[in-house]
């Protein structure tokens, strides 16, 4: 009865690691989206006032938030484009992109 019960506590303990770092990468998911939302909305603003420039913008502000800009698109229109990394648990880089600036 001993082993049994060492045997499904040891199980459980594994799942619940798992789970855990699993729960950590979607927490880091979540953060990489939000630096890119971010990142993009205040690069498209600084673009449309014409005060700096957009992609030093975006940089800045992923480096804040301990993130790497990937890549940083303006776009023709006024919108902005930046990709982001952010690394996770374990070394595991999780990416976001996200788009922002005037719909027409």
Known sequence: MTVMVAAVLSVALCL???LGVMAS????AAHAQAVADLGSIAAATARLADRE?????????AAKESATLL????GKRGEVEVTV???GLGGKHI???SRAGPSE
């Open 71 to 74: 890549r940083c698109d303006p």
């Open 53 to 61: 420039q957009p992609c030093d913008v975006a940089e800045e502000l």
């Open 25 to 28: 990468w979607a927490g880091t």
């Open 85 to 87: 990394v952010v690394t």
């Open 16 to 18: 619940a690691g798992v």
């Open 95 to 97: 990416g976001a992109t």
